[in-house]
């Protein structure tokens, strides 16, 4: 796993920031490699997200976690911001 440079901490830890730029900067420039990343976090949080549903049971009054993420609701809140 690589470690994060000055300038990606600057990047990351200086206020608002462009996410794609960043992600992009962390893989300088390589959006293949960025993709990959992306994708490869995503399956790992989804795994992640299986085992915390798994021991949830129980314990959340009928609420479950998704799998998939509702992209009209992230949408509308992104042309809020």
């Not at 796993?1 to 990047?11: F, K, R």
């Not at 293949?32 to 549903?53: C, P």
Request: proline letters at 4%.
């Amino acid at each position: 796993m690589p470690t994060i440079s000055a300038a990606a901490c600057d990047i990351q830890y200086s206020g608002p920031v462009d996410e794609i730029a960043a992600a992009l900067s962390f893989h300088h420039g390589d959006v293949g490699a960025t993709i990959g990343t992306l994708l490869a976090d995503i399956k790992f949080l989804k795994k992640q997200l299986a085992v915390t549903q798994i021991g949830m049971i129980g314990f959340t009054r009928g609420w479950q976690p998704s799998f998939e993420r509702d992209v009209e609701e992230e949408s509308t809140h992104a042309e809020q911001s």
